[in-house]
């Protein structure tokens, strides 16, 4: 893999990477479980791996914004997390900052 | 499924105790989804590589990637600056309360009720300051021992994975049960001790005395030969608190552990006999002090000294082969069944 490759790679990571919370947050709405969002989230051709979304999972449950229960009903217990009703704000919130991100760098493209 | 117990243990070991078991079970549960049922030994090869370096992810967990120390270290960090603050202040009491017999002497010099509270002041102050002192020693220290330890990673062998890419044989194995614990109570006696031993023939040799209110003061020991000892006393009481807080920091008996406790046994009751067998060790004065006393006993003290001190040597010596035996005992035995 040669310098330009590499430093595309690192760019690239780094861009997706800010939206990883985002797009995890916003399939959330319905109870999900760790391995379901993985597959959904890579179906949607979210790049995320599974020793990310783990952690970060149990990250925004910690702070807040997401609730979890473990369900025990299934042959294996599962727990599961949806937005709690402060990550449903902070989800609000936050997909309208997107969207004015998006309308100003579309714009600095455009004119660049 | 082996290999996901193992990979499970390596990710949560360094985890906080609260958090070590949900991430476990959690952990689990996704594993056991992405085999999809399919729990060949390849296919969970397949699935635990895809995850990566159970130490990678377990930084994940734990979101930030250098410390001064460590979270493996740190329970027992704090662990240990608890009882060092606990034996600071006992040191410092003793040699206070020592300090305040021994100058109960000066109080005949003293008329004044203003000069007796000025000397007790004193000697309260400087009792403060000295124990202060000590504890500041003992904290700069034991955070510098600890923050080599996490330096060096001494106590994590999954950082050597770093970097390289993860393979599943790679996973240590689960620890076994483990020996009998080390009760924290019995170290922390040992470490007061060794520490208030060390602490007064190192700084307040001058307390070894045997002060009769009123009249003479006498010196137990020769200053001039325990100064010539004072490396070997050192080396041994630095190592004996090395060996009580490696004791402390593993918690339950090991093999290792049982090793270097038994030559630990063996080195200091060496270092004793040397100590105690030199001719010159008791001071003048101190003899007088027993021929003096005792002298009417009708006991002859030259020759019944080297008595004494091979009656000493003989009950040292037992008393470290009784610790050589319950260390390698302890060390060695057969786990009993853990019944969980």
């Known amino acids: ?112 | 499924m082996l290999y996901v117990e193992r990979y499970i243990y390596a990710v949560t070991k360094n985890l906080q105790e609260k958090d070590r078991v949900d991430v476990a079970k959690e952990l689990r549960s996704n594993i056991e989804d992405m085999l999809e049922g399919n729990n060949s030994e390849e296919n969970i090869k397949r699935v635990l590589e895809e995850m990566g370096s159970p130490y990678e992810l377990s930084l994940n967990y734990l979101n930030q990637e250098k410390y001064l120390i460590g979270p493996r270290v740190y329970q027992t960090y704090i662990e240990t600056l608890k009882i060092l603050l606990v034996v600071a202040v006992i040191v410092g009491a003793i040699t206070f309360v020592i300090d305040l017999l021994v100058n109960l002497n000066s109080l005949d010099n003293v008329n004044s009720l203003g000069e007796i509270i000025g000397l007790t002041l004193r000697i309260i102050a400087s009792g403060i300051g000295i124990m202060f002192n000590v504890v500041l020693d003992f904290f700069f220290w034991v955070t510098l021992g600890f923050i080599v330890l996490e330096r060096t990673n001494a106590l994590d062998d999954m950082k050597e994975q770093k970097g390289k890419t993860f393979k599943v044989e790679d996973l240590k194995e689960l620890p076994k049960g483990g020996g009998k614990k080390i009760s924290k109570v019995e170290m922390t006696f040992s470490l007061v001790f060794t520490i208030a031993f060390l602490f007064i023939i190192l700084f307040r040799s001058d307390l070894m005395v045997i002060g009769i209110v009123g009249g003479e003061v006498y010196e137990i020991f020769n200053a001039a030969t325990l100064n010539a000892y004072m490396p070997l006393i050192l080396g041994v009481g630095v190592l004996s608190i090395t060996v009580t807080l490696y004791k402390l920091i593993v918690g339950r008996w090991t093999k290792r552990l049982a090793v270097v406790s038994a030559v630990y046994a063996l080195i200091s009751l060496v270092a004793t006999i040397i100590v105690v067998s030199d001719p010159n060790l008791f001071a003048q004065s101190f003899t007088r002090f027993l021929g003096n006393n005792f002298g009417n006993w009708g006991i002859e003290l030259s020759t019944n000294m080297d008595r004494l001190k091979s009656g000493f040597i003989t009950v040292i010596s037992i008393i470290a082969l009784i610790e050589v035996i319950t260390s390698v005992y302890q060390g060695f035995r057969k786990e009993k069944k853990v019944v969980k």
């Not at chain 1, 709405?29 to 597959?39: M, R």
């Not at chain 1, 997401?66 to 902070?90: A, C, H, M, Q």
Request: glycine share 6%; aromatic share 10%; hydrophobic share 35%.
């Open chain 1, 1 to 112: 893999m040669d310098k330009k490759e590499e430093f595309l790679i690192s760019f690239v990571v780094e861009l997706k990477r800010g939206t990883l919370t985002l797009a995890v947050l916003s399939q959330l709405g319905e109870p999900q479980y760790g391995y379901s969002l993985l597959e959904k989230l890579v179906g949607k051709q979210v790049e995320i791996e599974s020793s990310t979304l783990y952690p970060l999972l149990r990250r925004l449950e910690k702070q807040g914004v997401l609730s979890s229960e473990w369900d025990t009903t299934e042959s294996r217990p599962r727990k599961y997390y949806k937005l709690s009703d402060f990550g449903d704000e902070i989800y609000t919130s936050l997909k309208k900052e997107w969207e004015e991100s998006v309308k100003i760098m579309n714009k600095i493209l455009e004119e660049g």
